[in-house]
């Protein structure tokens, strides 16, 4: 069995990163054993001990180091991905941030453990390297750094769990929960947040439907247009972020019955209660494009979504779950064997950052912060 050595990254990804959540979809690729993490079946990535803590530190640190030109940084928190496409998106977002924010300097991270060590792997491509967002925070008041001014944004879609732990990474840096930083520089260097793309119940979610439609109109006269997004379980639905997808499926449908949006993990929200409010409107054929609804486009869009699992299809009915979902059925096989045309060429393989128009939404958001007040870190910047 062939080795990689990723001296970087593993260990501190699992440490940093508050619970191990699902990277995009839970699968059964790794498993730890006597410090070696088995990824697919022919490679290993160690993992080092704790003592190695200052070499993680000391590779991001050196980093921004190197990359420093201002005195003000923006940090861009992303779920993560191991997808190349959606790597592609993350550099085009950096970029297109350094190109309207130029007097600061700009790094992303990622806040998925999981998602961390399989781009480090190589999962679905070259590996790509990413750190959890304290060691960004570290860096940035680092000797040597210390920026006066730090803009944390949010890549998430909803103000749900992970923009929760966005939240948290900021207060346990501000609030120096370990100890290690300058408390003088803390107490002077300028914090601010920008908040996720549907943060707001109507400017933001009447914005994003009108740039969406603005793009997809023209499928929308053609069939159903179905945005897939992520949401919350109903059990840790926090804040009750998952609102937003209905309040986006509601201002959409102000421009056509043609729009639904539905997710892969909010309760009464899956593909079969979209299939339910497809048929109420009477839409019981003819085309369904499907488009995550999404920052990228990775696994949940490769394979939830356009994937070929039919698993549940018995060759005449599907077998809902508990919940009313059914499992194991892509989007597009679902309505496919429920007698739309819905195949590979009507699924419509985007993340949302890379519709520069819907892109730009965040980068308003993160405008705002920069001409908003600092932040009261020891509150949520959560919606009531």
């Given amino acids: 069995m062939k080795k990689i050595k990723y001296f970087v990254l593993a260990f501190a990804a699992v440490c940093l990163t508050v619970g191990l959540a699902s990277c995009e979809k839970e699968k059964e690729v790794e498993k730890i054993v006597e410090k070696e993490v088995i990824v697919e079946k022919t490679d290993t990535v160690t993992i080092i001990d704790e003592s190695n803590w200052t070499k993680f530190q000391s590779i991001v640190t050196a980093d921004v180091l190197s990359q420093k030109k201002h005195d003000k940084a923006i940090l861009l928190v992303a779920f993560g991905s191991t997808w190349d496409q959606a790597y592609k998106a993350f550099d085009t977002t950096i970029d297109a941030y350094k190109a309207a924010f130029g007097d600061y300097d700009v790094f992303l991270s990622y806040s998925s453990a999981i998602c961390i060590n399989r781009a480090a792997a190589g999962e679905n491509t070259d590996p790509r390297f990413y750190y959890a967002p304290p ?52 107490a002077n260097v300028t914090l601010k947040l920008g908040v996720p793309l549907l943060q707001d119940a109507d400017e933001d979610v009447s914005l994003v439907a009108k740039e969406l439609n603005a793009l997809y109109a023209d499928k929308a006269k053609e069939g159903v247009v179905a945005f897939m997004g992520h949401g919350n379980p109903d059990s840790y639905d926090t804040y009750k972020a998952n609102v937003r997808y209905t309040e986006l499926e509601q201002a959409l449908q102000k421009y056509s019955k043609s729009y639904y949006v539905g997710t892969v993990d909010m309760k009464d929200n899956f593909k079969t209660n979209v299939y339910a409010r497809m048929q109420k409107n009477g839409i019981k054929n003819g085309k369904v494009f499907c488009h995550p609804l999404m920052s990228i486009d990775g696994d949940h869009g490769h394979n939830d979504m356009a994937g070929d699992d039919d698993e549940n299809w018995d060759g005449t009915k599907f077998t809902p779950n508990e919940e009313g979902e059914v499992e194991d059925t892509s989007w597009k096989k679902y309505f496919q064997h429920l007698g739309y045309e819905c195949n590979d060429d009507t699924m419509i393989p985007l993340g949302l950052l890379e519709l520069p128009t819907v892109r730009q939404v965040w980068m308003n958001h993160t405008q705002d912060a920069i001409n908003g007040e600092p932040l009261d870190y020891y509150h949520s910047k959560n919606p009531e």
């Fill in 135 to 186: 060691f960004w925070l570290n860096a940035f008041a680092a000797e040597g750094v210390q920026y006066d001014e730090i803009v944390v944004q949010s890549l998430q879609v909803i103000p749900g769990e992970e923009y929760t732990r966005v939240i948290n990474y900021i207060k346990d840096f501000a609030n120096n929960a370990n100890g290690d930083l300058d408390d003088d520089y803390l």
